[in-house]
């Protein structure tokens, strides 16, 4: 099949700034990006972009969006570098490519348009069609698939293409997976996106491949047949804006991965505190509770706080994520109402499929998520309360135990010691012999104020055992 003026653009996402990010990581990696796309035009044209060089990361931090291409750079208000160069064919036929490379910063990232293009007029004369297989020459050893990155964001492959015959009957969906298969032809290695949905979008059909619920591997890859003329112009009409469209796209989807990431660990800590829970060991005597119990209970209370406190950050995270794709999808649908501003309310349908179906899949899933996890964070409070309960009412009754002796003996202590007075009466009569005892023949004074000391205080301590159990 051929296709005219066909088209590759690389909407490339990366973080360089945000509060879980290592500072390592982006000291290291801050020009992965740029480097990319130096690579890509390398690969493609043997040239060398030097991207990283000529722009300027901190032009202008005021602004959300800054076009960053440093102003040396800038020619005619240009702010896209231009390429252009020879490719070969078939080790034969050397055919012109051109394209451009647009650097840019929005919010907390920085952000790559990269084109390349076979261009419609060549010394002024309209070019001829080619194959689809000229989309491969454009991708030499699937250098436009960009590899995992802790600061990749994602990224988005356009290809657009004309259909001279677009009078005629044909099958738009083949030719547009006619166009994926060239574009990857090695798909051991790296398998094609499927296919996810069709539409019409600026009076053209267009092909979307890739599953935005597939967590990893998530491959963006939009194949736009133009049928009309008014395609194109609508297209370069709002640019700028659908690079902002992609850039909230790969924004809710990242957020949504990472919450998948959260939800296993977040899985794996519930199982723990369950099975925490269920390990909590059950008393052999209810009436009363052994030392060895006790201790027991209280080193499984110092266990649990680290665990809530793991478990909540993690339910912070969640709803962090929650919040993101919330956030990013309300400028999604800012950017959609620009459109339409811009095209006298041009019908959408295509790009709002993302927001009214993806988005709103999103979020429901995550609230579910936090539903059913925060009953973990209820059953650990709850666990925590409930031992801190049986410590606290064991050491109660403890106490009070304690008490009561302390109640009787000092009952008995002081009684005693007001009857033990009669011995220091009778300390002087010491040394008087002992005599056998019988019913002429008194105890000796010393021993019988003694034995009365004793009993006394028995008598006593039985009398503040009796007090403490009638209260």
Same mark, same amino acid.
């Given at each position: ?83 252009? /160069? ?48 000229? @989309? ?160 027991? @209970? ?49 019908? @959408? ?71 033990? /007075? ?15 005892? =019988? ?13 009365? =000391? ?9 009398? /503040? ?7």
């Amino acid at each position: 099949m051929k296709i005219y003026a066909p088209n590759i653009h690389l909407f490339a996402f990366q973080l360089y700034k945000g509060s879980n990010i290592d500072p390592d990581t982006i000291s290291n990696d801050v020009n992965f990006i740029w480097e990319r796309g130096n690579a890509i035009v390398q690969e493609v044209l043997q040239q060398d972009l030097q991207l990283s060089k000529r722009i300027d990361v901190k032009k202008q931090p005021e602004f959300t969006k800054v076009d960053i291409l440093k102003d040396t750079e800038v020619i005619d208000e240009n702010y896209a570098l231009d390429v252009s /160069g020879n490719i070969t064919i078939n080790h034969q036929q050397n055919i012109l490519v051109t394209g451009l490379a647009y650097p840019c910063r929005i919010s907390d990232s920085y952000g790559l348009w990269l084109n390349l293009r076979r261009p419609e007029k060549e010394n002024n004369q309209p070019t001829e069609d080619v194959e689809t297989d000229f @989309l491969q020459y454009l991708n030499p050893k699937n250098c436009l698939l960009l590899p995992e990155h802790p600061l990749l964001l994602g990224q988005t492959l356009l290809i657009t293409a004309w259909i001279n015959n677009a009078k005629i009957q044909v099958d738009y969906k083949n030719i547009a997976d006619e166009c994926l298969q060239k574009l990857f032809p090695n798909q051991t290695q790296n398998p094609v996106p499927l296919f996810y949905r069709q539409g019409e979008l600026f009076g053209s059909p267009i092909f979307e491949y890739g599953l935005p619920n597939q967590s990893s591997k998530y491959q963006q890859v939009l194949i736009w047949l133009f049928t009309k003329q008014e395609t194109g112009n609508k297209f370069h009409q709002c640019y700028s804006e659908l690079l902002d469209l992609f850039f909230y796209h790969h924004k809710v989807i990242k957020s949504y991965k990472d919450s998948r990431i959260i939800y296993q660990k977040l899985d794996e800590n519930y199982r723990k505190i369950d099975s925490e829970v269920d390990n909590i060991p059950e008393p052999e005597n209810t009436q009363r509770l052994t030392r060895k119990y006790l201790k027991l @209970l209280q080193k499984q209370l110092k266990a649990f706080p680290k665990l809530s406190l793991e478990y909540t950050r993690l339910l912070l995270n969640l709803e962090d994520k929650q919040n993101t794709i919330a956030i990013n999808a309300d400028n999604y649908s800012n950017k959609l109402d620009q459109i339409k501003q811009t095209l006298n309310g041009e019908n @959408l349908e295509f790009l709002e499929n993302f927001l009214n179906r993806n988005c709103v899949t999103f979020k429901r899933q995550i609230q579910g998520d936090l539903g059913y996890f925060q009953h973990g964070s209820q059953l650990l409070d709850q666990a925590i309360n409930s031992i801190r309960g049986i410590v606290e009412i064991e050491q109660t009754k403890r106490d009070r135990s304690l008490e009561t002796t302390v109640q009787i003996l000092g009952i008995g202590f002081g009684g005693g010691a007001i009857v033990s /007075g009669v011995v220091v009466q009778h300390i002087d009569k010491i040394n008087r012999p002992v005599a056998f005892i =019988s019913p002429n023949s008194p105890p000796h004074p010393f021993y019988a104020s003694l034995f009365l =000391s004793i009993t006394a205080t028995l008598i006593f301590i039985a009398f /503040g055992w009796l007090i403490t159990k009638r209260k």
